[in-house]
């Protein structure tokens, strides 16, 4: 049987990446990039007029921090700044440029395949991203309507050029929903192994612990509950014990798991510039070697100053290197002219924090539970945004949405957000699911979930079906609330208007070096 709802979710986000693939070569051509004080290294390769065309193309996309990951991707982890990008994504687009991209090899530059692999792979994982989104909101939402309006804002999400362009993002937000879908289903190994992918994307990753621990913690306490009602003293003492030493062995090497990543990556940097045991000086282009002197780079040498952090009790590059050359640290932004930067993050932390204040003013005590306490349907809805299910959910998105506050550079609070968290298309999904719009476009979906069946009974109404859908690609409920922009509500239009316009906006600004998010 044919999911309408899924169908129309994998259409929309492959025709607003195709669409944003083509507004960038737009807004790329038409705009004269800025000149940003950026990282920009020098091209060790002649350009060919193959190259010449990739950039037209997807030149767009390979700006700001972009420069970094595809510099990653093709030299390895040269400078002391580096580290502050985490390797699997740029392996990952070096792998996919030496392997499926090899016949381009000789029209193209290294470069130049690797921005094509990036695009091809985030492209790839924003469509994937998309679906499981769907299927995890499926089964902590429990309706299908709230998990379908959920995939349909990410598709539209206000980080859409980070997304797009050679950044971690989609990768990061492929592998935590997929870790969180996972460990819904009860897979926890499978879960486990995903969010230590995800901790070698991105350093929050180790933040998604939590879930495991949460979930094996909540599991052992009911199924504990249960099974003591049933039984004599003795046996409960011995479930206990043998319970509890097997949740904590869980949650020990989950946990352990999902950590590993992230310690294994400042044990390389270690040895890069701590030791002599991984020096490369003499194969550094020199080019590169003058643009660390030119710009103060440090670059790993026997013969150079040992970098102060490799004295501390705990030699941890990625913080030493947030806080040198980036200026992360707590309190940081509370500046007058970082003013600007906090009004561009304020749309999404007013969301994120009024999504908690709903569900805590609907069940308070529930809350004060930490949610580890079975609830009657007369105490608290099974289904929407008020289940018990998002609970853990919104605990995530609170640490994540406070330590980006007071410890980030707060504009990145947007991409920090809606790559990491669920939570900010469950809640605007929920927010919509009042308008009046909306009941006459489900309507409409449910008799083309109903023709959808009906075909679904030879090869050739499957031809057919994928004929008509193609058509009807762009037809779903966001877009019909669109059209229909002026009859929709104001609470309809705050969501969309701004969904919509940071979508637009990151393309236009990002693509020719200009500041966004």
């Known amino acids: 049987m044919v999911d309408a709802h899924l169908w129309k979710v994998v259409q929309f986000s492959m025709c607003t990446r195709l669409i944003a693939i083509v507004l960038q070569v737009f807004f790329n051509a038409l705009i004269p990039d800025h000149s940003a004080d950026a990282f920009c290294p020098p091209r060790l390769t002649l350009s060919t007029g193959w190259d010449f065309i990739v950039e037209i193309l997807f030149g767009g996309f390979s700006h700001w921090d972009a420069e970094h990951f595809l510099f990653i991707a093709e030299y390895g982890y040269l400078y002391e700044h580096n580290f502050a ?11 996919i440029a030496n392997t499926f991209l090899w016949p381009l090899h000789g029209l193209l530059s290294l470069r130049s395949s690797l921005l094509v692999s990036a695009v091809m792979l985030n492209s790839a994982l924003h469509v994937v991203s998309a679906v499981i989104l769907y299927r995890l909101g499926c089964i902590v939402l429990q309706s299908r309507r709230l998990a379908y309006l959920s995939a349909l804002f990410f598709c539209l999400n206000p980080a859409n050029i980070f997304m797009a362009a050679a950044y971690s993002e989609s990768m990061f937000a492929f592998l935590a929903f997929s870790a969180m879908w996972q460990l819904e289903r009860g897979g926890v190994v499978s879960s486990c192994l995903l969010f230590s992918f995800a901790t070698g994307v991105r350093s929050n ?3 998604n612990a939590g879930f495991l621990i949460y979930s094996q913690v909540k599991q052992n306490i009911f199924y504990s509950a249960a099974v003591y009602k049933h039984s004599t003293v003795l046996r409960q003492i011995c479930f206990h014990t043998v319970k509890s030493t097997l949740t904590f062995l869980t949650v020990l090497t989950g946990t352990f798991v999902i950590l590993l990543p992230f310690f294994l990556f400042q044990y390389y940097a270690f040895l890069q510039f701590c030791t002599r045991e991984m020096n490369h000086q003499e194969e550094i282009p020199h080019p590169l070697l003058e643009l660390a002197a030119s710009k103060g780079y440090r670059v790993a040498s026997t013969t150079g100053e040992v970098p102060s952090w490799c004295a501390e009790h705990y030699p941890i590059i990625y913080s030493y290197v947030q806080d040198v050359y980036w200026n992360v640290g707590f309190l940081r932004y509370f500046q007058l002219r970082q003013i600007p930067n906090c009004l561009l993050a304020l749309p999404v932390t007013l969301l994120c924090s009024w999504a908690s204040w709903y569900f805590i003013s609907a069940d308070p005590w529930y809350c004060l539970k930490l949610g580890l306490v079975k609830t009657s349907k007369q105490d608290k809805p099974a289904s929407g945004f008020y289940s018990p299910n998002v609970f853990v959910y919104l605990v995530h998105c609170s ?12 504009q990145v609070l947007t991409r920090f957000l809606c790559s990491s968290s669920p939570v900010l298309y469950w809640f605007c999904a929920h927010l919509l699911q009042k308008e009046p719009l909306l009941d006459e476009y489900s309507c409409k979906l449910s ?15 499957a031809i057919s079906l994928i004929d008509r859908s193609w058509k009807n690609a762009m037809s779903n409920s966001i877009t019909e609330l669109f059209l229909n922009w002026k009859k929709c509500t104001s609470t309809t239009r705050c969501i969309l208007g701004y969904f919509l316009s940071y979508w637009m906006l990151g393309l236009l600004l990002h693509c020719n070096f200009l500041p966004w998010t």
């Open 205 to 207: 990753g180790i933040v």
């Open 399 to 410: 640490c994540l949405l406070v330590f980006g506050i007071f410890h980030m550079h707060v």
């Open 447 to 461: 008799s083309c979930t109903t023709r959808l069946q009906a075909d679904d009974t030879s090869s050739t109404s």
């Open 85 to 95: 990008f985490f390797p699997i994504f740029p392996l990952t687009v070096r792998l």
